[in-house]
C-alpha cells in the first residue's frame, strides 16, 4: 500500500517594523486575509538544524579521521578526565 502525505509550499513574508505599537493591529488586518497565517516571531535569527551544520562542515573538509571506532572512543574518554 502507498500513502502521499500532502505538501504546501506557503510564500512567506518577513516584515521589519519600526514602531511596535501598531503591531497588535496589523496582526489583526493580516490575520483577517483568506489564506494568511501568522507564524510566531522572535528575536534570535533561526539557527540551523545541527545535521546541516555538520553536513556544511563535511563539504567544507573539516573533518577528523579516526583510525577506528575504539581510536573515536579512547580520545573522548581523555577529554572527559
Request: charged share 30%.
Amino acid at each position: 500500500m502507498r500513502y502521499t502525505i500532502p505538501f504546501k509550499v506557503m510564500t512567506q513574508l518577513i516584515i521589519n517594523i519600526e514602531n511596535p505599537d501598531i503591531l497588535p493591529s496589523l496582526k489583526k488586518v493580516l490575520s483577517a486575509l483568506d489564506g494568511v497565517s501568522i507564524a510566531k516571531s522572535g528575536r534570535k535569527a533561526k539557527q540551523k538544524a545541527e545535521l546541516d551544520l555538520a553536513i556544511e562542515e563535511a563539504r567544507k573538509g573539516d573533518v577528523t579521521h579516526w583510525e577506528n571506532a575504539n581510536a573515536l572512543i579512547e580520545h573522548i574518554n581523555r577529554l572527559a578526565k
